[in-house]
């Protein structure tokens, strides 16, 4: 359906549309951060981590990853018997790899992907000759991500010499070695340490994750990549070199990737919740009249890759967090039937600094203070969608149900605000809560994989009211004790079925 | 009992933080050596 | 002596043991090394703490936590310390 005219100032922006995609890497698992810290201190390990490491088949089988790419809702995720991983596939009829908001991508063709996210000569990721056909012809093949299959390869390629004598990281599939990653050997990245090919491989992977969900947000919308007018990027990655260590420009090498050609864009940095920052950013960028197609694009991140791989192994499970999350999010002027970010004032949640003497006052200014401006009690609110983290990964993990928490902590606010009785918590967090489902990857569960979930109940007229509730750790940086809170409120379109 | 004692504060983000530990301990008159805040997430 | 404020009680137990008894499992820096060191929990030390400070502070965790896992969580901490 067409946007209303030029892009006019003052209405409230819609969430027009939303890609959410889960890139499956279980031989990337080892490059996650605790992963490769345990193996460089007890290399037995390796082995054990690739024994327990899940095939496709099964992830693409696996309840939470379903749930990601919109095939089940959360209401029937929470229907399905635990352990979810005991789901296989083999005995039900195999789910597709795509669902409604996207598709779980298979390394081989991720591996194919990152390929062609490389712009650097001499590469800096390189296939051996034996595969490499046939990995770009998968992607050649591909009916939403073909377009990424135009790169050449290397005369001669010298990855498996660089492997072998330890100056490049293998990419494997398997036992299969199909080719490497190599640091930025010219002159102006040799010495500079944070070129590494594990840092490089991190930032191309957020490149690469982030594209996919793009073109698929592209794909969904039925729009042509130069319509897109600005492009936003919110990774917790830092991508650049020892001068600039974490300068960004991951939205415009994504939106260059995905032939974007009519957009300029920016990163924005907000640690768990950068894709609600740079959501609002964008929702205010459209409600200015400034832009009518602003994108907000959040690759995966490789560092989280196997973080509580301990925990699995020690349960004799399979390792649960060997995907990449990608979304994207199209944000437009109103179209009379998309659901509605309100952006009147006072109705974003901030936790500004003052407030951040206490949690209590933080979550007021979160939860309530806008509310209050909206004239809405919080029970108004149909569903709240807290960190959404598998809750089959965290109690294993041992951190317990945070997705609960994140609910009891909801409700106590009702309670304080008196307008529920302690004695009502659990029916409330019942009425306004769901499971959790997505990976433990930071800026990735935070939220907003319910926005592909509750966008298409308030399309059907089966939900009124969501609010998103993000949260920050700033005091990771060392610099601050802070912690920060965004939360925003989208409601079915009031003018929808008029 | 926290009167003049030397306290190392474990929080958790998800549960009580390290800050709000810190803040009773101070008020209670006890002297805070070490205090962390772990994120699982 | 060690005060916490996270809430599970198997990690409460292993944390608090640690540095009671040395490292429960000998695998770490601290295994068979005894520091002797008292651990609670914010929870339990509500007395201790001023009235106005614990209701700015700790009012609001207290709600959130389920009645039965404060008791649990109280429980584990006097084990460890044998109280």
């Known amino acids: 359906m067409a946007i209303s005219g030029e892009a006019t100032g003052g209405g409230n922006p819609v969430i027009r549309n939303c890609a959410q995609c889960l890139v499956h890497v279980p031989d990337l698992v080892p490059y996650g951060s605790k992963p490769h810290r345990e193996i460089a201190k007890d290399p037995a390990v390796g082995p054990r981590l690739a024994g327990a490491l899940r095939s496709f088949p099964e992830a693409l089988a696996y309840p939470p990853n379903q749930t990601f790419i919109g095939s089940l809702t959360p209401a029937q995720l929470a229907e399905i018997p635990r352990p979810w991983y005991s789901q296989t596939g083999e005995q039900n009829e195999k789910p597709a790899p795509t669902g409604p908001f996207g598709e779980i991508v298979p390394q081989d063709l991720f591996y194919a992907v990152l390929n062609a996210a490389n712009v650097l000569t001499p590469p800096l990721i390189e296939f051996v000759s034996e595969h490499r056909e046939a990995l770009k012809s998968r992607l050649a093949d591909h009916p939403v991500l073909s377009s990424f299959a135009d790169f050449d390869f290397v005369p001669e390629p010298t990855i498996e010499a660089e492997i072998a004598e330890g100056s490049a990281l293998p990419l494997w599939s398997g036992e299969t070695l199909l080719g490497g990653v190599r640091r930025d050997n010219r002159a102006e990245g040799r010495e500079d340490q944070y070129l590494d090919a594990a840092t490089l491989l991190e930032t191309l992977s957020v490149k690469a994750s982030g594209a996919i969900a793009l073109t698929w947000l592209l794909h969904r919308e039925g729009i042509e990549a130069g319509e897109i007018d600005f492009v936003i990027s919110c990774g917790e990655e830092a991508a650049g070199d020892r001068y600039q260590r974490g300068a960004g420009g991951m939205a415009k090498s994504i939106a260059e990737m995905c032939g974007c050609v009519s957009a300029s864009g920016m990163d924005v940095k907000n640690f768990c919740a950068g894709p609600a920052s740079a959501l609002v950013t964008a929702g205010a960028l459209v409600k200015s009249g400034l832009y009518k197609r602003v994108a907000v694009v959040a690759g995966g991140s490789l560092a989280k890759l196997g973080m509580k791989f301990q925990a699995f192994l020690a349960n004799g499970m399979p390792v649960l967090d060997d995907c990449l999350g990608a979304m994207a999010i199209l944000v437009t002027p109103d179209d009379g039937v998309s659901p509605v970010l309100h952006l009147e004032p006072g109705t974003i949640g901030n936790a500004s600094i003052g407030a951040s003497t206490s949690d209590e006052a933080v979550y007021r200014e979160l939860i309530l203070e806008p509310l209050k401006v909206l004239g809405l009690a919080m029970a108004d609110v149909d569903k709240y969608a807290p960190e959404l983290h598998n809750p089959e990964i965290m109690e294993h993990a041992g951190s317990g149900d945070v997705v609960h928490k994140n609910y009891r902590l909801i409700a106590a606010i009702a309670v304080l605000a008196d307008q529920i009785a302690k004695a009502e918590m659990p029916a409330f967090v019942e009425k306004i809560g769901m499971v959790g489902f997505a990976p433990t990857q930071g800026h990735i569960p935070s939220a907003i994989p319910f926005l592909g979930h509750a966008t298409q109940a308030m399309r059907n007229g089966a939900m009124r009211r969501a609010m998103f509730l993000c949260k920050a750790s700033l005091f990771l940086n060392r610099v601050t004790e802070l912690y920060d809170g965004v939360s925003f409120v989208v409601e079915a379109n009031p003018r929808a079925g008029s | ?41 | 002596m060690v005060v916490f404020g996270l809430n599970e009680p198997a990690n409460l137990r292993i944390m608090a043991t640690t540095f009671k008894e040395g490292d429960p499992s000998f695998a770490g820096a601290l295994g068979g090394i005894a520091l002797g060191l008292k651990s609670y929990h914010i929870f339990e030390l509500k007395s201790e703490i001023p009235a106005d400070t614990w209701k700015s502070e700790m009012a609001f965790e207290e709600l959130q936590t389920e009645d039965e896992l404060i008791e649990e969580i109280c429980k584990t901490m006097r084990e460890v310390r044998g109280d």
């Open chain 2, 1 to 41: 009992m926290l009167k003049d004692k030397k306290v190392a504060v474990f929080g958790e983000r998800d549960d009580v933080t390290g800050l709000a530990v810190r803040k009773c301990v101070d008020a209670a008159g006890g002297e805070v050596v070490y205090e962390a805040t772990s994120c699982f997430v």
